[in-house]
């Protein structure tokens, strides 16, 4: 794990030997309870990972408009793909490595 820590922060993430743009990284900060402590674990992709994402799906989202607006038939079609594919992509790469992660995660904790 590689990260970085704050006053009452903590952002880590796996570290791996390749490029992989869908790596979420684990933000965790420390909350004070009656019994201890409790550590509170968010997962997000990575800024320009989002950023990337973002222009993807309103791109393409863009381009279903204006094809809808045309009718243009089965070339009408392209763009949805496209839309479907970014979509799925994001989703199937971070949830597959979150697992990884949490496990990890779990081991540092116990």
């Not at 794990?1 to 009452?8: E, F, H, K, T, Y």
């Not at 390749?18 to 509170?40: D, H, K």
């Given at each position: 794990?590689?990260?970085?820590?704050?006053?009452?922060e903590f952002k880590a993430h796996r570290?791996?030997?390749?490029?992989?743009?869908?790596?979420?990284?684990?933000?965790?900060?420390?909350?004070?309870?009656?019994?201890?402590?409790?550590?509170?674990?968010k997962l997000r992709m990575q800024k320009?990972?989002?950023?990337?994402?973002?222009?993807?799906?309103s791109f393409t989202f863009f381009a279903?408009?204006?094809?809808?607006?045309?009718?243009?038939?089965?070339?009408?079609?392209?763009?949805?793909?496209?839309?479907?594919?970014?979509?799925?992509?994001?989703?199937?790469?971070?949830?597959?490595?979150?697992?990884?992660?949490?496990?990890?995660?779990?081991?540092?904790?116990?």
């Open positions: 794990m590689l990260g970085i820590a704050s006053a009452n570290s791996i030997g390749y490029q992989n743009s869908f790596l979420p990284i684990a933000i965790m900060c420390v909350e004070p309870t009656e019994n201890g402590s409790r550590l509170n674990v320009y990972t989002i950023g990337f994402m973002v222009l993807w799906l279903i408009v204006m094809f809808a607006l045309k009718a243009e038939g089965l070339v009408a079609l392209a763009p949805i793909g496209m839309f479907c594919f970014g979509y799925i992509l994001m989703q199937t790469c971070f949830w597959y490595e979150v697992p990884k992660i949490k496990s990890i995660l779990q081991g540092i904790v116990q």
